[in-house]
């Protein structure tokens, strides 16, 4: 009987280190291992100089989404996780296109069409200021053409919270 939970202990102590990639080596470890502690990628992206980005979002309640940079020669470069508010400042409304999200943030939680408003809205939660932060979604507009029209942020927080949730923050109204 006292298997059991041992193997469960166990169990849950290799999910949480496998969580951000813990114990991966940028250089030195190879594509294989990234998806050996961190299993399969949500998405892989090929991107301009060669490089592959596998996607780990640990959407919702995890609040981050990891991207393991793997050089052209099937090495790991950097394991970075995205939902950060250096990253959302880099959306610019009327200019950034939905080919540039995706590569700064991965595939989204949710995404939602609303034909009223001709719009595509991608979401995403995350922590504000760092971890620990303030949990917030992340809510990115875009119109038929592929570009970014409006960022909402909307306060998650037990104590903002109202009749919708939160707090909203819009940028580039």
């Known amino acids: 009987m006292r ?6 202990l166990a169990l849950l102590l290799a999910g949480c280190a496998s969580f951000d990639g813990r ?3 940028p250089g030195s470890s190879s ?5 050996s502690v961190m299993g399969a990628p949500a998405e ?3 991107v301009a100089n ?14 981050m989404t990891f991207v393991a940079r793997i050089a052209p020669d099937g090495r790991l470069i950097a394991l970075e996780q995205r939902l950060t508010d250096e990253n959302v400042a880099k959306i610019i409304p009327n200019t950034t296109r939905a080919e540039q999200v995706r590569d700064l943030f991965g595939p989204p939680w949710s995404t939602m069409q609303v034909a ?3 719009r595509d809205i991608w ?30 942020i909307i306060d998650e927080s037990s104590r903002n919270s109202g ?3 939160g707090v909203g923050v819009g940028i580039g109204f």
């Not at 060669?50 to 609040?63: A, I, K, V």
């Not at 620990?132 to 909402?152: A, M």
Request: with cysteine; proline share 9%.
């Open 3 to 8: 298997t059991l939970p041992a193997l469960c």
């Open 23 to 25: 114990g991966l080596m």
């Open 31 to 35: 594509a294989a291992e990234v998806e």
């Open 44 to 46: 892989k992206r090929q």
């Open 50 to 63: 060669g490089e592959t980005w596998y996607f780990y979002p640990r959407q919702p309640y995890g609040r």
């Open 116 to 118: 009223r408003m001709d």
């Open 123 to 152: 979401t995403w939660h995350m922590k504000r200021y760092g971890d620990p932060g303030i949990p917030v979604s992340l809510n990115v507009q875009l119109s038929p053409d592929g570009v970014v029209r409006e960022v909402y």
């Open 163 to 165: 009749i919708f949730g």
